[in-house]
Nanobody, 115 residues
């Protein structure tokens, strides 16, 4: 079993920054693919950023140039640095990990960007 715990969300004004962090624990063996998803009210959960076990990254178009995903393999953590935040970034953000073919989710953390 794998547990994921997110931290760092909150309320910020448009143009501001937040840093989300996700700590993984449990049956973690070596680097794994991890990512951040978000879900706004009434919308589906969508991928925001992804980092492979080898460190390759992928971003959804709307956050390119503003968000950066990074990982610390020694600590089993993944972070999402979010800059130049916009009201449309408001959502619940979820951490995801893929371990041995199994997908795990964190409990989600609220990010609210005021205009």
């Amino acid at each position: 079993q794998v547990q994921l715990v997110e931290s760092g969300g909150g309320l910020v004004q448009a143009g501001g920054s937040l840093r989300l962090s996700c700590a993984a624990s449990g049956s973690i063996f070596g680097p794994n693919a991890m990512g951040w998803f978000r879900q706004a009210p009434g919308k589906q959960r969508d991928m925001v950023a992804f980092i492979s076990s080898g460190g390759s990254t992928l971003y959804t178009d709307s956050v390119k140039g503003r968000f950066t995903i990074s990982r610390d393999n020694a600590k089993n953590t993944v972070a999402l640095q979010m800059n130049s935040l916009k009201p449309e970034d408001t959502a619940v953000y979820y951490c995801q990990a893929v371990v041995a073919g199994q997908v795990y989710w964190g409990q989600g953390i609220q990010v609210t960007v005021s205009s």
